[in-house]
């Protein structure tokens, strides 16, 4: 299954918004083997392409190997928050102004992550991925400094301040 998957379809070959498969854990012995997988993309369309891209390997498999029997149980963890965040872009607006605010060029790019901000989105509480300051996430270097720390509090101690000076009003999912 692995092998059968596309190379260049794996985390370390992609960025952006490319999708990706993950393998995120493996186990098995000689009569049973357990691969488990993180499928990402920022599209619906593309996410639904490759879980059928997952379910037509299974079946060539299984049709190649008569008796071989694989079960495939996927299950949709969260999407792309962008279709949630889009109907509330002040949001947005003020993490940016608080970021030129305290010096910060903001730089909107994909994020190959969020799970709770994704989640809580898709509950009605739009959550934007912000500014950390950090490097290399998700990876065995992920770090950040003490001076990106101390810019992230500005930031924050910022952003709340804009949005008490608006009033505290955002206007919330419905």
């Given at each position: 299954?692995?092998r059968?998957?596309?190379?260049?379809?794996?985390?370390?070959?992609?960025?952006?918004?490319?999708?990706?498969?993950?393998?995120?854990?493996?186990?098995?012995?000689?009569?049973?083997?357990?691969?488990?997988?993180?499928?990402?993309?920022h599209?619906?369309?593309?996410f639904?392409?490759?879980?059928?891209?997952?379910?037509?390997?299974?079946?060539?498999?299984?049709?190649?190997?008569?008796?071989?029997?694989?079960?495939?149980?996927?299950?949709?963890?969260?999407?792309?928050?962008?279709?949630k965040?889009?109907?509330?872009?002040e949001?947005?607006?003020?993490a940016?102004?608080?970021?030129?605010?305290?010096?910060?060029?903001?730089?909107?790019?994909?994020?190959?992550?969020?799970?709770?901000?994704?989640?809580?989105?898709?509950?009605?509480?739009?959550?934007?991925?912000?500014?950390?300051?950090?490097?290399y996430?998700?990876g065995?270097?992920?770090?950040?400094?003490?001076?990106?720390?101390?810019?992230?509090?500005?930031?924050?101690?910022?952003?709340i301040?804009?949005?008490?000076?608006?009033?505290?009003?955002?206007?919330?999912?419905?």
């Amino acid at each position: 299954i692995d092998r059968m998957l596309p190379t260049l379809e794996r985390p370390g070959f992609t960025e952006g918004y490319a999708g990706f498969f993950h393998l995120s854990s493996l186990k098995g012995d000689v009569e049973h083997t357990e691969l488990k997988y993180l499928i990402r993309d920022h599209s619906r369309e593309g996410f639904d392409r490759e879980k059928k891209l997952l379910e037509s390997i299974v079946a060539f498999i299984e049709s190649k190997y008569p008796g071989v029997s694989i079960s495939l149980d996927t299950k949709d963890s969260y999407f792309n928050m962008r279709d949630k965040i889009e109907p509330y872009m002040e949001i947005i607006d003020l993490a940016n102004n608080a970021m030129k605010d305290v010096g910060i060029e903001p730089n909107v790019t994909p994020i190959r992550g969020g799970t709770d901000g994704a989640r809580l989105s898709y509950r009605g509480l739009p959550c934007p991925n912000l500014f950390t300051g950090g490097l290399y996430p998700h990876g065995k270097y992920e770090c950040i400094s003490v001076q990106a720390l101390r810019k992230t509090s500005d930031f924050l101690l910022k952003l709340i301040e804009n949005v008490t000076k608006n009033g505290g009003k955002i206007k919330m999912a419905k």
